[in-house]
């Protein structure tokens, strides 16, 4: 996959993004494998990280582009602003699914056995569905 350096690009950016993918990635395929009641699932606050978790896809996307095809002051700003965001997200889903004890440790076991290339999904290019 092309890389591209940037003096408005931090160095570990793309590996706060990788992390913070398969965080999330984690904390949803627990949910889905505790088989989570539609009922007492956190819609609101799913869909909020959600939307995150497609701003770190977006810029993941965005870090490979041809120099120039981008704002990437803009990327950066709203890309770290996004990153600030997630823990809080996914904590505030975690919170609603408190009474189901399975979650966090599905979670836990889930993200040991994640490997950065999915963090890549979903992401033109990058995933092999989309290439």
């Known amino acids: 996959m092309p890389r591209r350096s940037s003096s ?3 160095s570990d950016l793309r590996s706060h993004l990788e992390t913070a993918r398969l965080d999330t990635l984690a904390l949803l ?21 959600s939307e995150l978790d497609a701003d770190c896809a977006e810029a993941l996307w965005a ?3 041809a120099p120039g095809a981008l704002d990437v002051e803009a990327m950066v700003r709203d890309t770290l602003a996004s990153l600030s965001l997630l823990p ?25 056995k994640l490997v950065s290339d999915e963090a890549y999904n979903d992401i033109p290019g990058e995933d092999p569905q989309y290439c």
């Open 8 to 10: 408005l690009i931090p």
């Open 29 to 49: 395929r627990a949910i889905d494998q505790a088989l989570v009641p539609p009922g007492d699932s956190p819609e609101a606050e799913l869909l909020q990280l």
């Open 63 to 65: 870090l490979d582009q």
């Open 88 to 112: 809080a997200a996914r904590d505030a889903v975690r919170s609603r699914l408190r009474s189901h004890p399975r979650v966090p440790r599905l979670e836990s076991a889930i993200r040991s």
